[in-house]
């Protein structure tokens, strides 16, 4: 039972041009949500998160959209950059819980080429 | 600035050896959380716990036990290890509600 879903495994962009990474979630309790970006042989970094109060989070070149009615949620990288070439994982948590307990998606490779 | 440290980096065991992944935080950070990732897999929550103290289970503790006696330190240890266990073991501290969980590098673990 997959709460947090990434479909696409892969993604392959030009440098330059938009990235967008998806994630889908079924679990109506999440209300408090994160990307998380990963080099090989490394820890998960956070990049940007969003409470479901809000629809959109910006952060420099990284932008997080969230739509509650379709439990869906979208990362969007404008430029991408060689370096934004990592493994993309989203996560959800329930906020309220005060836990941090997080769920996360599969994760998407993302190749940014030069 | 050591934020999250994890040790060992790597490590092999036999079938039904038992070990101790070791975690220790600088950054005062209550809450503290063991995942581990499986190959093309996202994390999954091992143990987590919210003081020195408190531990509770995530979403896939057997064969696993923790313990939290400091603030600073939140030891894994598995007792028999079976070949189900091979995988990359992270932890991560988080401070207040509103903060991400910083995660450490990680510890490589293959058990033959």
């Known amino acids: 039972d997959q709460q947090v879903k990434q479909n696409s495994p892969s993604l392959s962009v030009q440098e330059g041009r938009i990235s967008i990474l998806n994630c889908d979630y079924t679990?109506?309790?999440?209300?408090?949500f994160l990307w998380y970006k990963k080099y090989p042989a490394e820890g998960p970094t956070f990049l940007i998160s969003?409470?479901?109060?809000?629809d959109k989070n910006e952060d420099g070149r990284f932008t997080v959209f969230l739509n509650k009615s379709a439990k869906h949620l979208s990362l969007h990288i404008v430029p991408s950059q060689p370096g934004d070439s990592a493994v993309y994982f989203c996560?959800?948590?329930?906020?309220?819980?005060?836990?941090?307990?997080?769920?996360f998606g599969q994760g998407t490779t993302l190749q940014v080429k030069p | 600035n050591a934020g999250v440290t994890q040790t060992p980096k790597f490590r092999i065991l036999k079938i039904g050896q038992s070990m101790t992944l070791q975690c220790a935080q600088d950054?005062?950070?209550?809450?503290m959380y063991w995942y581990r990732q499986d190959p093309g897999m996202g994390l999954k929550l091992i143990y987590y716990?919210?003081?020195?103290?408190?531990?509770d289970k995530g979403e896939v503790p057997n064969g696993y036990n923790v313990s939290r006696s400091t603030t600073e330190d939140f030891p894994l240890r598995l007792e028999l290890a079976a070949p189900s266990q091979t995988s990359v073991y992270f932890c991560?501290?988080?401070?207040?509600?509103?903060?991400?969980?910083?995660f450490g590098d990680g510890t490589r673990l293959s058990i033959l």
């Open positions: 991560a501290s988080r401070g207040q509600a509103n903060q991400p969980q910083h």
């Open positions: 679990n109506s309790m999440f209300d408090y």
């Open positions: 969003i409470s479901s109060i809000k």
């Open positions: 996560a959800a948590s329930e906020f309220s819980s005060n836990t941090g307990k997080l769920i």
């Open positions: 950054m005062n950070h209550n809450y």
């Open positions: 716990s919210v003081g020195a103290g408190i531990t």
